[in-house]
Nanobody
Framework: QVQLVESGGGLVQAGGSLRLSCAAS????????MGWYRHAPGKQRELVAT???????NYADSAKGRFTISRDNAKNTVDLQMNSVKPEDTAVYYC???????????????WGQGTQVTVSS
């Protein structure tokens, strides 16, 4: 019913930039929270940056000052602009959203399939 599709991952040199995009589609009544997580090998999945249900932004300490999250509510999209990337940013990046589907009163959590970001030193 609901799909999150990410794009924009790839290989980038340290110090470079990359932009990730995520588009939600399907029977969507409203999107509450939406943002990005990442999962690096040998580590737990962690929050990178999100918009909360009241429209505030949360950033991981590692992302502050380098990454910027933006959202287009009309298009149901969320982007992550990654600047000054580091090798430790290498991970699979996942789009996440809490969505109220049409006909429902409760929000459910949805994940994209993930996009690989590899930063070379």
């Amino acid at each position: 019913q609901v799909q999150l599709v990410e794009s924009g991952g790839g290989l980038v040199q340290a110090g470079g930039s990359l932009r990730l995009s995520c588009a939600a589609s399907g029977s969507i009544f409203r999107i509450d929270a939406m943002g990005w997580y990442r999962h690096a090998p040998g580590k737990q999945r962690e929050l990178v940056a999100t918009f909360t249900s009241v429209g505030r932004t949360n950033y991981a300490d590692s992302a502050k000052g380098r990454f910027t999250i933006s959202r287009d509510n009309a298009k149901n999209t969320v982007d992550l602009q990654m600047n000054s990337v580091k090798p430790e940013d290498t991970a699979v990046y996942y789009c996440n959203a809490r969505i109220i589907v049409s006909g429902s009163v409760y929000a459910t959590e949805h994940w994209g399939q993930g996009t690989q970001v590899t930063v070379s030193s």
